[in-house]
């Protein structure tokens, strides 16, 4: 390791139409910054599309800063990088011992190079050639190849520096969190709301976490797991707060008094009611579930329709086109595959009918809830309500 590196991240998305550029760079910065903190003390500022982290001590956690940065919405491609003066012969000399453990375990290699700086004397091609033979020389057992390199050593010539590295990877994507608005995630214990809630965060959405607990139906285990999910996602998401209400009352209240057909239905649509309070308390104007279509009874269109038919707030389903298979994917990319599996029961698989309706009609599903004392329940049910913050480990 260099005692100067340093991290180059891109930016995407940049030219969003109707977006305002200035908000989306003011966002993400503050974003790494505030992300970066945990890793020491960094210089960080923005020039050209690329934001520039700066270690401002010998103590500072690069590896940290590194996967963080690989985490940060609205970041394309993260790269490890050195600066050195804007000479031929520095940009060999950083590429040569920066490089040495890469040129070790590659036979080929070619050099790309970027002239941000339109002053400097030489073009893209001309400093690739240059830079190119130099190093060739200097690792007589590494040949070029253009096409398809075992290695390609990045070089860019920038305001004040020269920077060369190894090549990027990939960022996260999508857009600044605080970009995007705000809105109230649904989050179970399953495989889908993490994925979901991810999905829209990655657009640049502040998210709050709902999640109903049903005791003694559903365990301390259950609800820890789930504060697991959440803890996993504040990686991308930021800080966050989960709201966690009681929902056994409401439960064994459809259980007692509503047609068994009807049962999931109408606790969905509580879970909708409890979810828009948040939501209205907290300032956020939309709802984000992890439903996908036809993946069970309460999900086909019809039932989705009963379901959102007690708020007034868009119901934001990113899942809704997924297979199980491509949810799993995510699941297992964003890290919260392993405890979504663990085996505990969610309130949702409590009191599941035998035979739900598939294509419930609206009329008949508010008039079986109609017998139950809607208002006092919700109410009820957000008076117990608790919360707990949470922000990124690291
Ligand atoms: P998941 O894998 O997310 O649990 P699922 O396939 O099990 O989803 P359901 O149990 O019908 O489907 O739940 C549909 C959606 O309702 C979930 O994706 C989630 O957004 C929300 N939901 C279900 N149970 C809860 C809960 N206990 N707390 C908060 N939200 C819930
Ligand atoms: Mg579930």
Known sequence: MNNNEMLLLKLGEVVLKGLNR???????????????????????????????????????DMEGAYQA??????????????????????????????????????????????????HFYLNSIQISQEVGGLLAEAFPDVAVDVHDPDLTVHVEIREKYAYVHAPSVAGAGGLPIGMGGHAVSLLSGGLDSPVSSYMIARRGVILDMVHFVSPPYTSQQAQDKVMELAQILTTYCGRMIVHIIPFTEIQEEIRKNCPEEYFTLIMR??????????????????????????????QTIKALGVTEDVTHLPVLRPLIGSDKVEIIRTAREIGTYDTSILPYEDCCTVFTPRHPATRPVLEDVVKAESVLDIDGLVEKALAGETWVRLKPNM
């Open 69 to 118: 940065a690989k985490q940060i919405f609205g970041i394309v491609t993260v790269a490890r990088a050195v600066p050195c003066e804007k000479t031929i012969d520095a940009i060999v000399e950083t590429a040569k011992t920066y490089l040495a453990g890469e040129f070790a375990n590659a036979r080929t290699f070619k050099v790309e190079s970027k002239r941000a700086d339109k």
């Open 269 to 298: 649509r509580f879970m909708m009611r409890l979810a828009e309070a948040v939501a209205v308390k907290a300032g956020a104007s939309a709802l984000v579930t992890g439903e996908s279509l036809g993946q069970v009874a309460s």
């Open 22 to 60: 200035h908000s989306f760079e003011d966002k993400l910065v503050n974003n790494v910054r505030r992300r970066m903190k945990n890793c020491g003390s960094f210089q960080i500022y923005i020039r050209q599309s690329t934001i520039y982290v700066e270690p401002q001590s010998e103590n500072c």
